[in-house]
């Protein structure tokens, strides 16, 4: 009861600005709120704001500067339009807050670094990682295959096509996998009479399947750890890595590959906010093409 508590308040809170203006200190017009960063409490710790057309950059506001208008609606920020549009970027931050959170977990001797890497390096589900054997890894050739993922309590096949797919690995992924491997035999070892070997490379502290509310647990207390806000989500891993992806340019075709997504019009319709090039610019793209 506790936990539903908890989540239907985040969702009030998020709802209650989703239809909200954002004016500057001039009352000039910025946007609309994009996202809600919440601390512990449920309160806003920053807005995103959507700015320009189709939401192609949203910029991170601190909250407290911020004096909402229920009544219209409204969130006047004290700050210049102009200015905000040279501050970071939601992508920007994003970036930041990986790395601070993987440096956070490297430092800390996180039991799940591995998984995190992973996480943000190949966008792969957090059932999907738990579901991951080690046969379906191929270090020397820098790959995986995607075979299984952990649903409940179950290990299931993957219900579409586009899910069982093969991943190449980045070499920091391919270097956690490799720490990762050695200090899970040498767990292993240590418990050797209550091991009970699954072939997970993510399993329990005996090697039966993991549960996917231990993995949240262990990663809000790196949440904590590493000073971010405490109401991102496992799954926004997944997130942050299409959205780097395609904030570098990468093809959204390859970006769908790797995600598992049904369709590309999935993928383009989730992420065009960060796509370069979807905020309009027609004009412009045909002078250049037939000046």
Request: aromatic residues 6%; charged residues 30%.
């Amino acid at each position: 009861m506790e936990r539903k508590a908890h989540t239907d308040k985040f969702t009030e809170v998020e709802d209650r600005y989703a239809d909200y203006t954002v004016y500057d200190q001039h009352y000039e017009k910025i946007g609309n709120v994009d996202d809600l960063f919440l601390d512990e409490s449920d309160q806003p710790e920053y807005i995103g704001v959507k700015m320009g057309l189709l939401g192609t950059r949203t910029t991170l506001i601190p909250f407290q500067m911020a004096r909402v208008n229920d009544a219209q609606q409204t969130i006047k920020v004290a700050a210049d339009k102009e200015r905000l549009k040279n501050g970071p970027t939601f992508d920007e931050e994003r970036r930041d807050q990986a790395r601070h959170l993987l440096k956070t977990a490297g430092e800390a001797g996180d039991r799940f670094e591995a998984l995190y890497v992973l996480a943000l390096h190949t966008g792969m589900r957090p059932g999907e990682l738990l579901g991951l054997k080690w046969g379906d890894v191929d270090l020397d050739e820098g790959g995986l295959r995607l075979n299984r993922a952990h649903v409940g309590r179950n290990l299931t096949t993957p219900k579409t096509k586009r899910s069982r797919r093969r991943i190449d690995l980045s070499a920091a992924s391919i270097a956690a996998l490799k720490a990762h491997r050695r200090r899970q035999l040498e767990e292993q070892m240590k418990k050797a009479g209550l091991w009970k070997n699954h072939g997970l490379v993510f399993p329990s502290a005996v090697g039966t399947p993991l549960s996917h509310r231990n993995v949240v647990r262990s990663f809000k207390a790196l949440l904590k750890r590493a000073g971010l806000p405490i109401s991102t989500r496992l799954y926004d891993l997944r997130h942050t890595c299409a959205t780097l992806l395609l904030g570098s340019n990468v093809h959204p075709k390859y970006v769908q590959e790797l995600l598992g997504h049904a369709s590309i019009a999935l993928t383009l319709d989730t992420y065009s906010h960060v796509l370069k090039g979807m905020d309009g610019g027609i004009g412009g793209a045909m002078d250049e093409a037939l000046g």
